[in-house]
């Protein structure tokens, strides 16, 4: 295998920081675009990433990147504005279970 160079650069998704990748690296290894694994720091500035490329799903994972974003702005809301915080009562989780009474889920 050749040795290739991606440039990395900080990404903030969220509350979270990371790293993100050019599209090249996906477009050749797109085995290794949804791998997970751990960083193992060698120095300063120097680490080494290991992939676990057994338990790669080649599913999308847009839902759970959606929701994750959508809980940071629901969080950042909620600090930023407590008095709108409403509690949640019986009778409104009597009504969602009256609305959700009919619904079936496959």
């Known amino acids: 295998m050749s040795v290739k160079n991606y440039p990395i650069t900080h990404a903030k998704v969220g509350n979270q ?9 996906s477009k050749d290894y797109p085995h290794l675009a949804h791998a997970s ?16 490329t057994n338990d790669v799903d080649d599913t999308d994972d847009t839902d759970g990147i959606m ?18 915080l409403v509690p949640y009562t019986n009778e409104m989780s009597d009504e969602m279970d009256d609305l959700l009474a009919d619904v079936i889920l496959d």
């Open 67 to 84: 929701m994750s974003l959508f809980l940071d702005f629901l969080m950042k809301d909620a600090m930023n504005n407590p008095s709108q």
């Open 37 to 52: 694994g751990f960083i193992e720091v060698l120095s300063e500035n120097t680490f080494l990433v290991r992939l676990n």
């Open 17 to 25: 920081d990371g790293f993100c990748l050019p599209p090249a690296f």
